[in-house]
């Protein structure tokens, strides 16, 4: 089936810093386009990859499941490491969770991780259901464009099916278990009128991963697709100052100097103290140092 317009996968080579982004469930890599761009035109390698059963019509992710939408990430993490002597793991809702399990499975492979409204949870009565009613039932009503923004949308599906939502319940629980694994640098956003995921589930990831070095910013004025909302803009900067603070701190393996130069431009505003060890909360930014 051809890719809808706008949800084509979307790749390019930067310098040696790579961020591998991750769209949600039932979504697109249009979602998190702007987001690609932004930090490409920072110089840093970007792959923004179109996951199997999404992107053309919802009866094509129907036979897919969490296994299928995490092979791909992984092999695109892989690729980036091939390239790049660092590498970030970022994404959206379900997109958060596939970072985050890739964080907990590939290690000292991954140098840090952003998520904006991850996903850990199917929440609601229904949840209990999916595995007998997927049989019966083959689709729900859609959940994307939850924006706050007017005249903005998502580029996703208008429907749901079951099957998939049920591989889609049993990963969420997979990934609650590998959190503590997690122990890289994490720099986590979320909205308080999310529609889609609750704030439980970011507290819940912050309550359950084992990084010290971690940052909690609040996006009061975007509901759940944040990076297509008012708040994108300090979306993308945050998660730059991120990166730039994690590749240029002492220690850090060496990068090369016209990366480490472009890498730091950035229009982010004033920074406030937090870094390793640190719990920066609420209002906080993510550059640190």
Same mark, same amino acid.
């Given at each position: 089936m051809p890719v809808l317009p706008g949800a084509e996968p979307y790749h390019h080579q930067g310098g040696e810093v790579g961020v591998l982004l991750c769209h949600g469930f039932t979504g697109s890599p249009q979602s998190l386009r702007p987001w690609a761009e932004y930090l490409a035109a920072q110089g840093l390698t970007v792959a923004l990859p179109l996951l199997p059963g999404h992107g053309t019509r919802w009866e094509d992710l129907r036979p897919t499941g969490w296994q299928d939408w995490y092979a791909e990430v992984d092999r695109e993490l892989r690729a980036l490491r091939e390239?790049?002597?660092?590498?970030? #793991? !970022?994404? %959206?809702?379900?997109?958060g969770a596939l970072a985050l399990r890739l964080a907990a499975k590939h290690g000292d492979a991954v140098d840090g991780v952003v998520v904006v409204n991850p996903a850990n949870k199917v929440h609601g009565p229904a949840a209990h259901a999916l595995p007998l009613l997927r049989h019966f039932v083959p689709t729900t009503k859609g959940i994307t464009s939850d924006i706050a923004k007017e005249g903005v949308e998502e580029v996703g599906y208008g429907h749901v099916p079951l099957h998939a939502a049920h591989s889609l319940r049993n990963f969420l629980r997979l990934v609650d278990g590998d959190l503590p694994q997690v122990t890289q640098p994490l720099l986590l956003l979320h909205s308080p009128r999310d529609h889609v995921v609750p704030p439980v589930d970011s507290e819940r990831v912050l309550g359950r991963v084992s990084s010290t070095d971690v940052t909690e910013i609040?996006?009061?004025?975007?509901?759940? #697709? !944040?990076? %297509?909302?008012?708040?994108?803009?300090?979306?993308?900067e945050e998660s730059l100052a991120f990166v730039t603070r994690l590749v240029t701190r002492p220690g850090a393996?060496?990068?090369?100097?016209s990366d480490a130069e472009s890498v730091q431009r950035s229009d982010a505003g004033p920074a406030s103290r937090t870094g390793p060890g640190s719990f920066e909360q609420r209002e906080g930014t993510a550059t640190g140092g």
């Amino acid at each position: 089936m051809p890719v809808l317009p706008g949800a084509e996968p979307y790749h390019h080579q930067g310098g040696e810093v790579g961020v591998l982004l991750c769209h949600g469930f039932t979504g697109s890599p249009q979602s998190l386009r702007p987001w690609a761009e932004y930090l490409a035109a920072q110089g840093l390698t970007v792959a923004l990859p179109l996951l199997p059963g999404h992107g053309t019509r919802w009866e094509d992710l129907r036979p897919t499941g969490w296994q299928d939408w995490y092979a791909e990430v992984d092999r695109e993490l892989r690729a980036l490491r091939e390239r790049c002597a660092h590498v970030f #793991v !970022a994404g %959206l809702s379900m997109g958060g969770a596939l970072a985050l399990r890739l964080a907990a499975k590939h290690g000292d492979a991954v140098d840090g991780v952003v998520v904006v409204n991850p996903a850990n949870k199917v929440h609601g009565p229904a949840a209990h259901a999916l595995p007998l009613l997927r049989h019966f039932v083959p689709t729900t009503k859609g959940i994307t464009s939850d924006i706050a923004k007017e005249g903005v949308e998502e580029v996703g599906y208008g429907h749901v099916p079951l099957h998939a939502a049920h591989s889609l319940r049993n990963f969420l629980r997979l990934v609650d278990g590998d959190l503590p694994q997690v122990t890289q640098p994490l720099l986590l956003l979320h909205s308080p009128r999310d529609h889609v995921v609750p704030p439980v589930d970011s507290e819940r990831v912050l309550g359950r991963v084992s990084s010290t070095d971690v940052t909690e910013i609040l996006l009061e004025q975007s509901h759940h #697709v !944040a990076t %297509l909302d008012h708040d994108a803009d300090r979306i993308f900067e945050e998660s730059l100052a991120f990166v730039t603070r994690l590749v240029t701190r002492p220690g850090a393996a060496d990068v090369k100097d016209s990366d480490a130069e472009s890498v730091q431009r950035s229009d982010a505003g004033p920074a406030s103290r937090t870094g390793p060890g640190s719990f920066e909360q609420r209002e906080g930014t993510a550059t640190g140092g």
